[in-house]
């Protein structure tokens, strides 16, 4: 039987998880629902940005 594997998070997804749910509560204090969920989806769209163009260099930088 595989074994099952842990979920770990790394602390560059935790600091993005704070970061959105910052822009979440700075929204929702701002201007409510509807601008909270505007700036989680906003600060969801940059993090995956950022995230895939770090793993892309990574792989460049992994591959001779």
Known sequence: MP???QLSVSRTNM???AVVLAATLV????????IALLAAA???VVSEVVERTARTRR???ELP
Do not use: E, N, P, Q
């Not at 929204?27 to 509807?34: D, H, R």
């Open 15 to 17: 600091i993005w998880f």
């Open 3 to 5: 074994r099952a594997r």
């Open 27 to 34: 929204g929702w204090l701002a201007g409510g629902w509807k």
């Open 59 to 61: 792989m460049r930088v």
């Open 42 to 44: 906003v600060g969801l």
